[in-house]
């Protein structure tokens, strides 16, 4: 076969396009699926290529990326990279709502000059977040009587607004005052502005379109996040107004309702892994528990949330565009490089990468919980939080956050805020795996080869993957002794 690059396969008219952009944002994994398998139907003998798919998503040529090989190739080859544009890319979607300078929308060379900054504040951050993060999960649970059932998801979401806010602001006060919940119902007026399907603002004295209220909760959002950082209520050093300015836009999307929503659905699907999923009869929590080493039980952790991640990364991709012409070379010799055209976005799609079995092997769809623990060191990580020099500036404080959660409710780090063990409650979480329906335990990984349309009717996937449908959880919790 010609090794002659070809344009990626497909070819929308603009009249599916305009019925395309409304299936994308009923069920990204249902469109993209969809156009996967119409690809291997006409293209058997280059089915399993995950060759990047064309198709037409805001009106727009896009090519959708889901092979492991190509998302890492065009988020890391410096040549690729050089020909991509991220703020051309969401200047419709994210622009309007987090202004500049912003780390999530700057393009080299800018973006590198910036970003060595805020690595080394969220460094410092990192050291001594850990018993804030023990003290917010601990409270939670306490608040919620044992052999109580929670919607799992309705209760990390909040938790995880209990967790960021103090963090970034309102560092004296760690409940959810009226300031709080002020800045998560104004953060979540701008997350249905910026996802709005009715993309135009509209302000009248009868009625105002969900871009219009967005826009106006930024406004206010930026004013309050301003006040915060001129008092000194965040844990960033101020060195003069211009820093102050750029660390309050930050803040912005730091404590956005799409950073908690995007936490939540992590410890979600974490938690469901850890004590609904088993292993040869037992609950991955119970298997921590009766390790002695406390090295190992850190490294099994690690591996449950590594794999988690891959599985099921809380946003399903991001977006690029392209400056140049760029090339994406193939992954066999009878298929041809793919050529993208300038001014074609990208949709790199983290979900379907992810569980790429060129990479993670026959077994890329299945949870297993110590994959990482029994990797080769060439096996890579999920994509959760991207890679490259655009790797997501929060990795480490969120895999930190999900570490504490699961050591707290396991009784591993009881007392460390009063020396007193039994302060601190043992959370047990029961579920029975089969009443979760195909969608979620295919988005958890534990049931492959689950059909697209019970994805979409299961679960939700913008702005971040969540179960359609409360998932219903037993809990109980008992002091430490």
Not at 155 to 174: E, G, N, T, V
Not at 227 to 242: L, R, W
Not at 329 to 348: C, F, M, N, Q, V
Not at 473 to 478: C, D, G, K, R, W
Request: hydrophobic share 40%.
């Amino acid at each position: 076969m010609s090794r002659t690059p070809v344009l990626p396969y497909g070819s929308p008219t603009t009249l599916s396009g305009i019925s395309e952009n409304f299936s994308f944002h009923s069920s990204p994994e249902n469109f993209i699926t969809a156009r996967i398998l119409a690809f291997q139907k006409a293209h058997p003998s280059i089915a399993d290529s995950r060759t990047p798919i064309r198709a037409k998503v805001l009106n727009r040529n896009v090519a959708v990326i889901s092979s492991y090989h190509h998302v890492r190739q065009i988020l890391c080859d410096e040549t690729i990279r050089s020909c991509l544009s991220s703020s051309q890319a969401y200047d419709e979607l994210m622009a309007p709502f987090f202004p500049p300078p912003n780390l999530l929308l700057l393009d080299p060379p800018d973006h590198q000059q910036r970003k060595g900054a805020w690595l080394e504040r969220m460094a410092v951050l990192n050291d001594d977040i850990r018993p804030l993060i023990h003290t917010q999960v601990r409270d939670h649970f306490r608040t919620i009587p044992s052999n109580s059932v929670i919607d799992l998801y309705e209760s990390m979401k909040f938790l995880s607004w209990q967790i960021l806010l103090p963090i970034f602001i309102q560092r004296d006060d760690c409940g959810m005052g009226a300031g709080n919940a002020e800045i998560e119902a104004l953060q979540e007026d701008l997350l249905r502005g910026q996802f709005s399907l009715f993309p135009i603002s509209i302000n009248t004295p009868f009625w105002r379109s969900p871009r219009s209220k967005g826009l106006q909760a930024r406004q206010t959002l930026q004013a309050l996040l301003q006040s915060k950082v001129d008092q000194g209520k965040c844990p960033f050093v101020i060195g003069n107004a211009k820093e102050g300015q750029d660390i309050a836009n930050h803040l912005l999307l730091f404590t956005s309702s799409l950073a908690a929503k995007a936490l939540a659905s992590l410890l979600t699907a974490v938690l469901l892994n850890l004590f609904v999923f088993k292993e040869d009869g037992s609950s991955l929590s119970a298997k921590i528990r009766a390790l002695k080493d406390s090295g190992r039980r850190s490294q099994y952790i690690r591996s449950i949330i590594l794999e988690t991640e891959r599985l099921s990364p809380p946003v399903v991709g991001i977006m690029r565009r392209t400056t140049e012409d760029i090339v994406v070379d193939s992954r066999g010799e009878t298929i041809p490089p793919t050529l993208i055209p300038k001014a074609w976005d990208l949709w790199l799609y983290f979900v379907g990468a992810g569980r790429d079995s060129a990479e993670f092997g026959e077994t890329a769809e299945s949870f297993e919980s110590e994959r990482s623990l029994n990797a080769q060191p060439s096996l890579g990580e999920g994509l959760a939080f991207g890679a490259g020099s655009k790797t997501c500036l929060g990795k480490d404080l969120i895999r930190t956050v999900a570490t504490e959660v699961v050591e707290t409710c396991l009784g591993l780090t009881h007392g460390a805020e009063t020396d007193d063990p039994s302060a601190d409650p043992i959370i047990t979480l029961h579920g029975n795996r089969n009443e979760l329906p195909a969608g979620v335990q295919g988005w958890l990984g534990w049931q492959p080869k689950v059909r697209p349309e019970e994805w979409a009717r299961d679960m939700k996937q913008l702005p971040t993957q969540r179960p359609r449908k409360p998932i219903l959880i037993h809990l109980q919790h008992q002091l430490a002794s």
